[in-house]
């Protein structure tokens, strides 16, 4: 059975203000309880959570995003519903507070505060899945995974690993562990979006569509298409975060 002691949280930080205003200020990591191990200027995701997993030995890696904030009792509740999920399902080896089944259904519940409400629903039965929001991810150490260091930038490693769970005979589910999301506007999907989405349509070729938050994986090019034309009038991205983590938390019913 998990502990408190199998955690580790790694994180992936380009600005100290966010990390302090976040994940930092999480109960669970304020109190020392849960360790926290800092990732700085890598060239990837994959190379920067691959660095993250050779500083520490925790059987439960916490890969989450500089601006998530884990609501108080988060970590008991996390060793609550990993210990069943573990009885349920005992071949997982992912799991997150938000991900989509290989239909194309959401499954989940986080506060995300870009769109000011809550994504998901309360009360869901973990759910299997073959991509995640990768806001926070929740990995079971399985000594033959690494994160794929050819998949560029900053995106998709979430739904890549899912299917790299996948091909190791493992699986994935969303779990309801909710937490805020303060994040700010995703402002282009060009760029290292288009370049992670392209590297990781030619890896899963064989099994496309795959389903993502942002845009589904086909070989169709519409749905990418249609996502980047609905982002056009999203203004470039804030210095600033829009609102308080613990005051989204408290509203939400979070803690
Ligand atoms: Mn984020």
């Known amino acids: 059975m998990l502990k408190a002691e199998d955690f580790c949280l790694i994180a992936a930080v380009d600005s100290d203000a966010v990390l302090e205003s976040c994940l930092r200020r999480s109960p669970d990591v304020a109190s020392g309880r849960l360790p926290l191990v800092v990732i700085k200027d890598a060239k990837c995701m994959s190379a920067a959570y691959n660095e993250g997993l050779s500083r520490t030995s925790a059987a439960i890696c916490l890969f989450a995003h ?26 997982w080896m992912v799991a997150g507070p938000y991900g989509i089944t290989p239909d194309g259904q959401h499954i989940g519940r986080v506060w995300d505060v870009t769109m000011k409400r809550e994504l998901g629903t309360r009360g869901f039965a973990p759910t299997a899945v073959g991509s995640f929001d990768e806001l926070l991810l929740i990995f079971r150490r399985t000594e033959n995974f690494r994160f ?71 070989d169709n090019p519409l749905p990418l298409w249609r996502a980047r034309w609905r982002r056009r009038h999203v203004k470039a991205r804030p210095d600033h975060l829009s609102a308080d983590s613990v005051e989204i938390a408290r509203r939400a019913g979070y803690e």
């Not at 884990?70 to 009885?87: R, S, V």
């Not at 699986?171 to 303060?182: D, G, K, R, T």
Request: charged share 20%; aromatic share 10%; glycine share 8%.
């Open 66 to 91: 500089q601006d998530v904030y884990l609501p108080k009792g988060w970590l008991d509740q996390a060793i609550t519903t990993l210990n069943a999920l573990g009885e349920a399902h005992p071949d």
């Open 148 to 218: 794929d260091e050819n998949l560029p930038h900053f995106h998709l490693y979430g739904t890549d690993m899912v299917q790299m769970a996948t091909d190791l005979g493992r699986s994935a589910f969303a779990v309801e562990l909710p937490v805020v999301h303060n994040n700010r506007p995703i402002v282009s999907l060009g760029g290292g979006y288009l370049k992670a989405y392209r590297y990781a349509r030619r890896k899963w070729r064989a099994r496309l569509p795959i389903y993502t938050s942002i845009c589904a994986l086909t």
